[in-house]
C-alpha cells in the first residue's frame, strides 16, 4: 500500500512539472510573439512528452520480470491519455459552467469570498477556478489510471 502511495505521489509531482513546463514554454512562446494557441499546443506537447520521459524513469519503472515495453507504442499510448484526459476536462468545464449553472451557485456564497478580501474576484471567475478544481478530483485520477494500466502495462513474459 505504502509503495501504491508513492507511485501516486511521484505521478503527481511529474504533473506538477509538466504543468510547469507547459506554462513555460507557453508564456516564453507568446512573449515573443507566437499565437496564443499555437503556444498552447507547443507546451502541451511539450510537457507530455516530459510526462513520458520522468514516468518512464520514476514513476512506472519497467519490471524486468515481464516482457519489455516497445518504448514508441509507450510514447503514443501516454500521448493518446493525456489527451483523453484534456477532453474529459473540457467535457466536465463544460458540465460545470454550462450545464449546471455553476455560476449562479458561487453568487450565493460570493459575500463568503469578499469578506476574505477577495472583492476583485467575480461570480463568474470563482465558479471558472473552482471548476478546474473540481476537474483536478476527477481527471488526474483518470490519467494515473490510464497511464498505469493502458500506456505503461507490461504484459508477462510467456513460457518458451
Excluded at 3 to 15: A, M, N, P, S
Excluded at 108 to 128: D, N
Amino acid at each position: 500500500m505504502k509503495e501504491k502511495l508513492f507511485q501516486i505521489f511521484k505521478f503527481l509531482l511529474v504533473g506538477v512539472s509538466n504543468t510547469v513546463i507547459s506554462e513555460v514554454i507557453y508564456a516564453l512562446l507568446v512573449l515573443i510573439g507566437a499565437h496564443y494557441l499555437f503556444a498552447s499546443f507547443v507546451g502541451f506537447t511539450v510537457s507530455i512528452f516530459s510526462a513520458f520521459l520522468l514516468s518512464s524513469r520514476f514513476v512506472f519503472k519497467e519490471d524486468k520480470t515481464k516482457e519489455k515495453r516497445v518504448w514508441w507504442k509507450v510514447l503514443i499510448k501516454t500521448y493518446l491519455a493525456y489527451i483523453v484526459g484534456f477532453f474529459l476536462n473540457l467535457g466536465l468545464l463544460t458540465l460545470w459552467m454550462e450545464g449546471l449553472k455553476l455560476e449562479l451557485h458561487i453568487n450565493k456564497i460570493m459575500s463568503i469570498v469578499y469578506a476574505m478580501g477577495l472583492a476583485g474576484l467575480t461570480s463568474h471567475v470563482v465558479a471558472e477556478l473552482l471548476a478546474e478544481a473540481f476537474n483536478l478530483l476527477i481527471v488526474t485520477p483518470v490519467n494515473f489510471l490510464l497511464n498505469k494500466y493502458w500506456a505503461y502495462r507490461q504484459k508477462p513474459k510467456e513460457n518458451k
